[in-house]
């Protein structure tokens, strides 16, 4: 069965240090695989995707992601934490099969920074 | 540009009442997906159309919920009669249709629903 695991139900840094949130996931071929940020009350935020090429994929707000396919790993990291990065992170992948591109999501890391 | 628009923003409701939500998304956007997020879970598709045909319903309680993408643009999340366990976030999304697939999708606010 296809899934995304995020270990960790939450995550906690002081401000300034470097913060991981981790996923893996079970999926056949060579999906796609997203990051996603939820603030409270509000949909999910687009952070950053990798489809392919190099490992190491920058996004929104400073975050990047390292892909590690022989872990079917997709972590993700920022390299000085800031208390308004606090939020609810997902990883979801996209199998890509048969041409429609439906999202799996992990069940989310919460991420809280503190001062 | 402007986002994924979503109505209501909250809904509480009885069980065996219906429900509607409604979702326009970003404009050209040909494909649009329901989720439903359960509290403490990651969204969880529902159905996803490209243009106003449905392409996967495959996780839809198809004799609850029952969804349209009339004109290929707006589209309307219907549930009837609705149970305490469909207490949820439903969330619309809206992508682009390449070939690859490797369109992102945007999320709207969604619609807190809440079954008494």
């Known amino acids: 069965a296809q899934s995304v695991a995020q270990p960790e139900d939450q995550v906690n840094v002081a401000e300034g240090n470097p913060l991981t949130v981790k996923c893996t996931y079970s999926v056949s071929g060579n999906p796609y695989l997203f990051w996603y940020v939820q603030y409270p009350n509000r949909g999910l935020q687009f952070l950053l995707k990798?489809?392919?090429?190099?490992?190491l994929v920058k996004g929104s707000y400073g975050f990047e992601a390292e892909f590690n396919k022989s872990q079917t790993s997709f972590h993700l990291k920022k390299p000085s934490a800031l208390v308004s990065d606090s939020a609810l992170y997902f990883c979801?992948?996209?199998?890509?099969?048969?041409?429609?591109?439906?999202?799996?999501f992990g069940a989310g890391t919460r991420l809280a920074v503190h001062p | 540009e402007a986002g994924v628009a979503q109505s209501p923003r909250y809904k509480i409701i009885e069980k065996r009442q219906s429900v509607a939500f409604w979702c326009n998304p970003i404009s050209g956007h040909a494909t649009l997906y329901w989720y439903q997020q359960i509290l403490g879970q990651g969204p969880k598709l529902l159905i996803q159309f490209q243009n106003n045909g449905v392409v996967d319903d495959s996780q839809l309680p198809k004799d609850r919920f029952s969804a349209e993408r009339l004109k290929g643009v707006d589209s309307t999340l219907k549930i009837q009669p609705a149970k305490l366990e469909d207490s949820a976030v439903y969330l619309c999304?809206?992508?682009?249709?390449?070939?690859?697939?490797?369109?992102?999708?945007?999320f709207g606010p969604g619609t807190r629903l809440t079954v008494l």
């Open positions: 990798y489809i392919t090429g190099d490992n």
């Open positions: 999304a809206s992508s682009g249709t390449s070939p690859q697939g490797t369109d992102t999708q945007y």
């Open positions: 979801a992948v996209s199998p890509f099969s048969g041409g429609y591109n439906k999202l799996i």
